[in-house]
């Protein structure tokens, strides 16, 4: 049922969709196996066929309308069931930078593993994240970034972060497909997340909050 | 100024009215063509009862000026791209917009919209209430959400290329200004490609790696430059300029000194295959004076790209031109037969020469044996077959036009420095050791 859910998101079948995620919930099936495996796995693969030239912008965006109809059915009982809040994370795409699926998906697992999630959305400058943080008292900056062109954005949104004194308390974390652990540490962020559905783990790390 | 000049150009090219007619006649989607204030210079008239829900929305200027305001982000970013940019608006209703160039300036542009991805009943309750936001007259909004036109998303991607044919014709004298970019974001699009395999090494990839990766790169390309073979030579390039970028992207001067090592390699090699060493040093001589103005690794890259094309064609030009034709036709035959036996008669006998004289050809224009040759394709090959299928050893030595397995190993051995289980254990890290 899980690959027929994956494989629904991709073929952007979105009543599937929507019977499946319900049918599974009412099952009792753990709402992170839906996510992850179900939902998630099907955008990933979407993704794929986007970056190989098989899909062009409107099917992944029909791709992503049915990957929000599955989220729009478990995000409130995700909610229900992670009351506490574990720390407050600013999220956001990068100066430029106009794309959002990933960044979306860390979102969703962010928020389904009980952090307060505040997303700018995309194209965010640099004094925009940090003016964010500052205002929130995030405990945690992450950034995303789909071009290697707008990968300098994340350095200059760290500099700003430096200059006002806000490093120091906020941990930082940076993404997407053209990132690496290598530019993470060359531009000093203090993590890498390899993939959205690692992201939970990377910043309950960062925190010191056992995983 | 603008508009009656771009006015003129839709009324003087007979055929671009009935175009853009023709258009919306096959889309359903309203067309407009717009100044670079937004004011309308062209407006579809058959179809506008479907934008019915626009003209309801704007109701005052205040939010017209905001429907210019994300028609002018989608131009943009249309012209980052090079293609017609597919975005939502503020109602969440699709659109498509396209630029309209005179002579590299933006003088105007078209916007086809709204449209819909999926029918009205199938808007889930965010998306309808997105679509009522800020608005009162429920009834009629109602009526105007079912007049806008729904089209399919495959056929969506088809109108956002025949949206942009229009631009061109519009365009003074086209879009040719806007090719630069495609090219440059295509070259990315490479570069992240080659990126997304060094991380799927996971823990094997770090600076040490890449740095190893590099220098065995380095030697390919070298081969596949002295072999003519572009295609093979852009392939590396891509995967030298992912490693460039990885190690250096965060700083631009460092990134440059790494691209001109670079492009020593490439013009070394070009030389050795042939290449006249005047015109060489004069590329070297150009890049030096122009990096200077090169600002970004997008142009930079670019350059490099565009710098192994003139370097292939340098090859080619100063090849004996029959010889090369012949060269061509060998290595394709090669490409094409690789897993049969191909002895220096066979080979010799398609491209119609003696075998003495093509092992001479080969050796004097490649600088490398014949034998060698051979083996180059077919160990290229099992490289591939080693990393994506799980075949035993003895299978790929047969697919790859070997035989005897122990020999395979020999040849794996001595071509790639390592045996093919080995490689196949170690995938891409199996190279850089």
Redesign the interface.
């Known amino acids: 049922m899980l690959q027929t859910l994956s494989q629904a998101v991709v073929m952007r079948d979105c009543k599937t969709v929507k019977d499946l995620t319900e049918r599974m919930v009412e099952e009792r099936v753990d709402l992170f196996v839906i996510l992850n495996q179900g939902l998630n796995s099907g955008m990933l693969w979407a993704c794929e066929q986007f970056r190989r030239g098989a899909f062009h912008v409107p099917e992944l965006l029909m791709s992503s309308r049915a990957l929000k109809i599955g989220m729009n059915i478990l995000r409130p009982l995700i909610r229900d069931g992670e009351r506490n809040v574990v720390g407050r994370v600013v999220i956001g795409t990068v100066k430029f930078d106009l794309h959002d699926i990933g960044k979306n998906l860390v979102n969703i697992v962010l928020e389904g593993n009980g952090f307060e999630v505040i997303d700018l959305g995309v194209d965010v400058s640099p004094e925009r994240f940090v003016r964010t943080v500052e205002k929130y008292e995030a405990r945690v900056l992450a950034m995303s970034s789909l071009l290697t062109s707008t990968m300098g954005w994340m350095k200059s949104t760290l500099e700003l972060l430096r200059e006002s004194g806000m490093k120091r308390v906020v941990r930082t974390m940076i993404g997407g497909a053209p990132v690496t652990s290598i530019f993470a540490r060359n531009i000093g962020a203090d993590a890498y997340c390899a993939e959205a559905t690692s992201a939970a783990q990377t910043v309950k790390k960062l925190l010191g909050i056992e995983a | 100024m603008i508009v009656p000049l771009l006015s003129a150009k839709v009324k003087e090219s007979s055929g671009m009215t009935p175009q853009l007619r023709s258009f919306t006649q096959s889309t359903g989607i309203p067309l407009q063509v717009s100044d670079t204030q937004g004011r309308a210079v062209w407006v579809s008239d058959i179809c506008r009862r479907k934008d019915f829900f626009c003209r309801l929305s704007r109701t005052n200027t205040e939010k017209d000026k905001f429907c210019h305001t994300i028609h002018k982000k989608a131009v943009r ?1 249309s012209i980052r791209w090079g293609e017609a940019a ?1 975005r ?1 608006c503020c109602h969440s209703l ?1 659109q498509m917009t396209a630029p309209i160039m005179n002579h590299g300036t933006l003088v105007g542009y078209l916007i086809a919209s709204p449209f819909l ?2 029918h009205p009943s ?1 808007l ?1 309750p ?1 998306e309808l209430s997105s679509l009522h936001r800020g608005l009162e007259k429920k009834r009629l909004l109602e009526e105007a959400i079912l007049s806008i036109p729904v089209i399919k ?2 056929e ?2 088809q109108s ?1 290329k025949d949206l942009f044919r229009l631009a061109e014709a519009l365009s003074d004298p086209d879009l040719s200004c806007l090719r630069e970019a495609r090219e440059i974001q295509e070259l ?2 490479k ?3 080659q ?2 395999e ?2 799927a090494l996971g823990k094997d ?3 040490q790696s ?1 740095s190893r990766l590099f220098y065995e790169q380095e030697r390919e390309i070298l081969v596949k430059i002295r072999l003519g073979d572009r295609g093979g030579a852009k392939e590396i390039l891509y995967r030298l300029l992912a490693i460039v ?3 250096h ?3 631009f001067e460092l990134l440059k000194i790494s691209i001109l090592e670079l492009l020593i390699i490439l013009t070394r090699a070009a030389v050795e295959a042939g290449t006249k060493i005047e015109e060489v040093l004069g590329m070297r001589y150009r890049f030096i004076t122009e990096s200077a103005t090169i600002k ?3 142009d930079l890259c670019i350059w490099v790209a565009h710098l192994l094309e003139k370097l292939m064609d340098g090859i080619y030009q100063t090849r004996h031109a029959k010889n090369y034709q012949r060269l061509e036709k060998m290595l394709n035959f090669i490409e094409v037969h690789y897993n049969e036996s191909l002895t220096i008669e066979r080979i010799a006998r398609e491209v119609c020469l003696s075998p003495s004289r093509l092992s001479h050809i080969v050796k004097d224009e490649l600088g490398i044996p014949l034998r060698a040759c051979v083996s180059k394709v077919r160990i290229d090959r099992a490289k591939t077959l080693l990393r994506e299928k799980e075949f035993p050893i003895s299978q790929i030595a047969l697919e790859v036009g070997y035989p005897d397995q122990s020999y395979f190993t020999k040849v794996f051995k001595k071509v790639e420095k390592c045996t093919p289980k080995t490689f196949r254990v170690k995938g891409f890290d199996s190279q850089l050791s």
């Open positions: 970013e597919i939502t699709m991805l999926v199938e889930q965010d998303d495959e969506a991607s956002a990315q699009g570069i992240v490609e990126i997304l060094f991380k990839f770090n600076a890449l970028l990885s190690q992207l965060e700083n970004n690794q997008e």
